[in-house]
Structure formats: structure tokens, C-alpha cells
């Protein structure tokens, strides 16, 4: 940015200083990140300013990490770091799940990242309850054909699964941490959370937790120091997660009695990912019944209930109509976020697209949700496996997502059959309830009240103070208090 010219006029010594401050304090005092990007050679992946993005007091960084070279799979990261007063910070991976949606799209788009799209496609707004105030969070698109990552062998989006995901997701971990030196050692956890239909299967979370745990063992001062995962509303367990699912339906009003027998006898001992053709037509019932209505948020309105023309739409939120556009959560974010990535300045800016995908952006890959090959049908081995281990386990869940429902993720922890440290109770985000949490010996449960089935979309205050509180270790606020500081 150049000052303009002042026709042989000197500006007095003390406005001079007055002008590097804040020019400093406009770039968000970030010299020492842009200094180390330099070292590292990482300049060239520095976000300086992306289109229609307002002003902000911290570093981003976007590109590739190639984790196959032969068959030409690279996946796409996005960092959005906190500002320089909150470091050093911690380290967090975010990773949503569908199989194959992205984490641009929803993670940094839509629920916790820095910025959320305007209706108009192409300009931003700060998100005020953004992780990034407290953390560094790493969005990463996986496995390749998600989002901007990419392959050059198009066998890979016919064979993808749980195994290689895992193992791509950890090369992209190791080559990373390569490229951004100043990060290793640094506490690192990994958080996420499914954006799956039921018949779909998302254990990615567990299961890079898992490697990056095994990969560390033995290893006395790890370069990747990792100290737990998040996880909320995802699938964790066939049997527990069907039977928990079918009962919030029926406890809901969103399927008959008949349907709800049907379900219980045709698909608890079948497949999540594959399910048999007894459990199809059963879930096909319950699909008729449920009719027209956001499965991941049941009492908010869908985007096409919202859908009108542009102008309609402004005039509406002018005057008051659409109450729940003029809060935290709109229907139509995806529609947004399409248009916005699609946008040739924007992947540009973002060191997107280098190869010229040659398809159109999308929120979620359709390919990789009907080819996904392997996934276990339980992930509670892992669980006990990295409890016994002392990581840091929280499983948060909203109330009102029936896909991947609160009594789903209650049958399945209950299976791990840890004893209670801590009996359930609510907790308070100033003088409201929030949720409800129970902190087990090894693991801590959440419920955030009112949100759907992305947390951080719906509920985005009490899901800062739910992230706050584990990157510290504490359990939620038990008591209500005049004055809330947490977000």
C-alpha cells in the first residue's frame, strides 16, 4: 500500500510515528508470522486479502500439500492464525466429514472460521465468535476430490475409504508441519465433526487421532505434539447409532410406530455404509414420513422456505421478517459459499485450483459419497484405545440434528462403559442453559441446547465457550453468572 504523495511537504516527526503505529496495528502486528513464512520460504502461500474480505488482525496461509506424488493426489489447507497478542497459541486440525464434503465450505465458511459469505456471493463478514481468537486453526479439505484438494488418477475417486484418508490426512500432517517449522512441538489437537446421512459412515477424527498417537509412541519430544481430539454429532457406532437414531425419530414425531419397528428389525445389525435392501426400504419409509424438512436442524426453516428474489430477501430482513436470517444461522449458507469459491479472483487469492480442476467447485463430492469403499462399522476400539492412552477426549453434540442425533452418540459412549467422574448437569453460558454435559473418566460429553447438527453455525457463542473450555481442560460452567467473559 503506498501513501500518497504531499507535493514537498514533510509530515511532522510525531504524526510520522503516529502513521507506523497504526499501519501496524491495521496489518494486525504480524511481523513475526510474516517473518517466518519468509524463512521458510512460505510467502508465496501467504493470504494477503481476499475479495470482498474486511479488515483483520491476523495471518492466513493457503495451498498444496502433495501426500502422492505417482498418482498425483494433493490436498488443499487453509490457515487462519490467531492474532498475535493470543500467541503462542494452539495448534487445531478441522476436519468436516459426509465422506467427501468439504472443510472450506462448512468449517471455514459456515460454523467456527474467521469469516461467513454475504448472501450476495461475494463479499465477507467477520464471524465474532471465530476459533481463531484463540487458537490457530488449520481447515483441511480430505481426501483428495474434495473441495480444491485434487488427484491426477481418476481411480482414486472410485476407491477412496476410511484407510487411505487416514493415511493421507497424516502424510499431509508430517510435510506440513515441514513447511511451517514454528509449529512443531506446538500443543496440537484435532477437532471436527460429521456432515454425513445416516447411511454414511464419517470416522476421521479417531482415526487420523489415532495414527498421529501411534506414530508419536516412543517418540520422547514428538515434532507433532499431540494431546487430544473433538469431536461432535458423528458417527461412532453402527448398532448404538441406529438404535439411537430410530428413537429420536419416533421420541421426535418424524416417524409412525409402524415404521419405527420396521426400522429397529431391519437395520441395527445391517451395515451404516452398506446398508441391505430390508434396511433401504425401511429408511425410504421413514424418509416419506419425515417429508420436507431439514433433517440436520429440525425446527429451522430450509433454504428453499427462504428462497426468494435478492432484493425480496433485503427488504424482508429490513423490515424485520425472517427472524432467523438476522441471527447466526441462514439456510442458504452452501448456495453462498458455491458461488463465492467459484469465483476465478477468489481461487486465486487463496492459491487455489493451481491445476485447473476441471469441475466445478462444490461443497460436497457426490463421486466420493457413492464410492466410499471401507469404513470399520465401530470406532470404539480406537476410543479405548486413546482414553487409555490420557489424551483429551470431548464429544459434543447439538440436540435438534436428527441425523446424527444426541441419543445416538449417548447409546454409544454408554457402550464404552466408563465410570462418571462428574454426573450430568447443565451448563450456563452467562445466565441461560447452554446445554448439558457429563464428564466420564476419559471423556467429556456436551450437549450445546438448540443447535443442529453444525454446532458452530447455530449456536456459534456457546460454541466458542464449548472450545474454550477444552482447549483449557476445564468442564463447562456449572452455575449462571451476571457477567459472561467466555466469548
Known amino acids: ?5 504531499m507535493a514537498s511537504r514533510r509530515l511532522p516527526l510525531p504524526l510520522v510515528a503516529q502513521l507506523v503505529v497504526l499501519l501496524g496495528l491495521a496489518c494486525g502486528l504480524r511481523s513475526s508470522s510474516a517473518a517466518a513464512a519468509a524463512a521458510s520460504g512460505l510467502a508465496g502461500e ?10 483483520v488482525d491476523f495471518d492466513m496461509y493457503s495451498g498444496y500439500v502433495t501426500v502422492d506424488k505417482r498418482a498425483g493426489r494433493s490436498l488443499f489447507y487453509w490457515l487462519q492464525e490467531a492474532p498475535a497478542a493470543a500467541q503462542p497459541a494452539p495448534l487445531v486440525l478441522w476436519l468436516n466429514g459426509g465422506p467427501g464434503c468439504s472443510s472450506v465450505a462448512y468449517g471455514a465458511s459456515e460454523e467456527l472460521g474467521a469469516f461467513r459469505i454475504r448472501p450476495d456471493g461475494a463479499t465477507l463478514f467477520l464471524n465474532d465468535y471465530r476459533w481463531n481468537k484463540v487458537a490457530n486453526i488449520l481447515f483441511l479439505d480430505s481426501p483428495a476430490g474434495v473441495g480444491f484438494s485434487y488427484t491426477n488418477t481418476t481411480s482414486d475417486l472410485y476407491d477412496s475409504g476410511d484407510k487411505r484418508t487416514a493415511h493421507d490426512s497424516y502424510k499431509f500432517l508430517v510435510k506440513w508441519f515441514e513447511k511451517f517449522p514454528q509449529y512443531k512441538y506446538r500443543d496440537f489437537y484435532i477437532a471436527g465433526e460429521s456432515y454425513a446421512g445416516i447411511t454414511l459412515l464419517w470416522h476421521y477424527v479417531p482415526q487420523l487421532s489415532q495414527l498421529v498417537y501411534r506414530n508419536n509412541k516412543g517418540v520422547k519430544e514428538p515434532l507433532i505434539n499431540f494431546k487430544g481430539f473433538m469431536v461432535g454429532n458423528a ?15 419416533w421420541n421426535h414425531g418424524i416417524i409412525s410406530d409402524g415404521t419405527y419397528r420396521l426400522l429397529n428389525a431391519s437395520c441395527v445389525h445391517d451395515s451404516g455404509e452398506h446398508p441391505a435392501p430390508a434396511c433401504l426400504a425401511a429408511l425410504n419409509a421413514s424418509t416419506v414420513e419425515q417429508g420436507d424438512i431439514d433433517m440436520y436442524s429440525l425446527y429451522t426453516p ?4 427462504t428462497s426468494t428474489s435478492s432484493a425480496t430477501r433485503q427488504r424482508r430482513l429490513k423490515q424485520g421478517h425472517y427472524p432467523w436470517m438476522t441471527g447466526s444461522y441462514d439456510p442458504c449458507t452452501e448456495r453462498y459459499s458455491t458461488e463465492y469459491y467459484n469465483r476465478p479472483e477468489v481461487q486465486r487469492a487463496l492459491h487455489a485450483n493451481v491445476t485447473g480442476i476441471n469441475y466445478t467447485w462444490a461443497t460436497c463430492s457426490d463421486i466420493l459419497n457413492d464410492n466410499w469403499r471401507d469404513s470399520p462399522r465401530s470406532v470404539l476400539p480406537i476410543y479405548h484405545e486413546l482414553i487409555a492412552a490420557g489424551l483429551r477426549i470431548w464429544v459434543f453434540s447439538g440436540d435438534t440434528d436428527a441425523v446424527v442425533p444426541l441419543t445416538a452418540t449417548r447409546y454409544s459412549i454408554d457402550a464404552l462403559g466408563l465410570p462418571t ?3 450430568w448437569y447443565p451448563w450456563y453460558d452467562a445466565m441461560k442453559v447452554g446445554g448439558w454435559s457429563q464428564v466420564y473418566k476419559g471423556l467429556s460429553l456436551v450437549t450445546v441446547r438448540g443447535a443442529g447438527h453444525e454446532v458452530p453455525l447455530h449456536r456459534p457463542r ?10 483449557q481442560g476445564k468442564p463447562m460452567p456449572d452455575a449462571p453468572t451476571k457477567v459472561q467473559n467466555e466469548a
Open 46 to 55: 501467504r493470504v494477503t486479502y481476499l475479495p470482498g474480505q474486511p479488515p
Open 235 to 249: 458417527v461412532t457406532d453402527d448398532y448404538h447409532d441406529y438404535i439411537g437414531t430410530f428413537e429420536y425419530w
Open 302 to 305: 430450509t433454504c428453499n422456505e
Open 462 to 471: 456457546q460454541a466458542l465457550i464449548l472450545f474454550k473450555h477444552f482447549l
Open 1 to 5: 500500500m503506498e501513501l500518497p504523495r
Open 421 to 423: 467422574t462428574v454426573s
